[in-house]
């Protein structure tokens, strides 16, 4: 489904990404980890055409969409959610998640239906009900999160790019992510994300890419990348919270 051929990204004098490919199959749930800085968040700007890569392919379903621009890519079927939260402040939760359904890579539908299905994916990630309303900029953290993944979700995705959706939940919180993040998964969508808590990685991935300085130094099931010495040593081992 997503190919990453040799992609390297410089900002100025700064190597973000450095030669990393891997693949990914329909269905699959990818984590992507390593240390603050590594490249992570540009990795998944660069398939989201965010970020064009200094060199380097990224193939989606067969074409070519290395220099496709954010709105092309999210048409095709990949939507992203952002590390920082760059939501619209004046708008209404529901109206944020109503940007995402009638700017995706559904069929045209009218202002009512793509109402409707904001409201939907809202339910779908737990946000509250009674918030609907409520500008986003009188939110917190957890409900941001939740409305940019129902955003994401209402451009009906092939693939979605999850940039930690999960920091700052606590334990109980973060159970209901890892319920929320296989149910995604049911629905057929195939998932590449980002994430720090080694618990929620290690409970949904099927495989697990590592960076570290821009370079991948890992790639394996979970088990066998907490066991991998450079892992260990690059990332793993500075880690309390395992
Ligand atoms: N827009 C940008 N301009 C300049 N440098 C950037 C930009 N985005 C990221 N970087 C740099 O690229 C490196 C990787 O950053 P990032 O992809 O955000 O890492 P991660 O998400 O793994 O923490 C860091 O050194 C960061 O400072
Ligand atoms: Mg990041």
Redo the contacts with the bound molecule.
């Keep these: 489904m997503l190919s990453i051929h040799n992609v390297s990204k410089q900002?100025?004098g700064?190597t973000?990404i450095k030669d990393v490919s891997f693949e990914m199959e329909k269905g699959e749930i990818v984590g992507l980890v390593?240390p603050?800085?590594?490249?992570?968040?540009?990795l998944l700007n660069i398939v989201s055409g965010v970020y064009l890569p200094s060199s380097g392919t990224v193939i989606f379903g067969g074409e070519d969409i290395t220099y496709l621009k954010p709105n092309k890519v999210c048409k095709l079927g990949i939507a992203k959610t952002f590390?920082l939260v760059q939501s619209f402040p004046q708008l209404t939760a529901i109206q944020n998640v109503t940007v995402g359904a009638l700017f995706g890579n559904s069929e045209k539908i009218s202002m009512k239906e793509a109402e409707g299905k904001a409201e939907e994916k809202l339910e779908y990630v737990g946000y509250p009900r009674d918030k609907i309303n409520y500008p986003v900029k009188n939110l917190n953290v957890v409900e941001l999160k939740r409305i940019q993944l129902a955003r994401a979700l209402a451009t009906d995705p092939k693939l979605i790019l999850l940039d930690e959706v999960t920091t700052g939940l606590n334990p109980k919180e973060s159970n209901t992510a890892i319920s929320l993040i296989q149910k995604i998964r049911e629905s057929g969508i195939t998932i590449l994300m980002?994430e720090h808590v080694m618990r929620i990685i290690m409970n949904v991935s099927d495989r697990v890419v590592v960076?570290h300085h821009?370079k991948k130094i890992a790639e394996g099931t979970p088990e066998a990348i907490t066991k991998d010495e450079k892992v260990i040593s690059s990332y793993l081992g500075e880690k309390t919270y395992m």
Aim: no cysteine.
């Design positions: 900002f100025g700064i973000a390593g603050n800085g590594a490249g992570k968040s540009t590390q980002v960076l821009g």
